[in-house]
């Protein structure tokens, strides 16, 4: 990562295209009216209650229980693998962890006649 940067407000969003994407900011009401003014849905994004670096902000949103859901997980790995080189392989790590303990849900359908 070439900056040093620090945010306030993070979390993932979704494109009109569908892709689900890691979101950094300062000012949280600002960047949800531009990013619903833009189109974007699924907006989930938290205060973090301090300034942290983009790496920091990956690690506690790929543990935090309001983004686990499997395209928003896929969507931090994405971003560390592509921008926290340092990072990465812990990040991966902790995403397969994840995905051991999220139940799976077998559901049987029964044959229509």
Do not use: W, Y
């Not at 997980?73 to 999220?102: H, L, M, P, W, Y």
């Not at 799976?104 to 229509?112: D, G, M, T």
Request: with cysteine; glycine share 4%; proline share 4%.
């Amino acid at each position: 990562m070439a900056t040093t940067k620090t945010f306030k407000v993070a979390g993932t969003t979704r494109l009109p295209s569908g892709t689900v994407k890691v979101r950094f900011a300062n000012d949280l009401v600002s960047r949800i009216k531009i990013l619903h003014k833009n189109g974007h849905t699924d907006l989930e994004l938290i205060e973090l209650g301090e300034e942290m670096s983009k790496a920091d902000i990956c690690k506690m949103l790929i543990n935090h229980p309001k983004f686990q859901s499997e395209e928003q997980q896929d969507a931090i790995s994405e971003f560390v693998v592509r921008n926290c080189k340092g990072i990465s392989k812990e990040i991966e790590e902790q995403v397969e962890a994840n995905q051991e303990t999220t139940p799976q849900v077998e559901v049987e359908l029964e044959p229509q006649s």
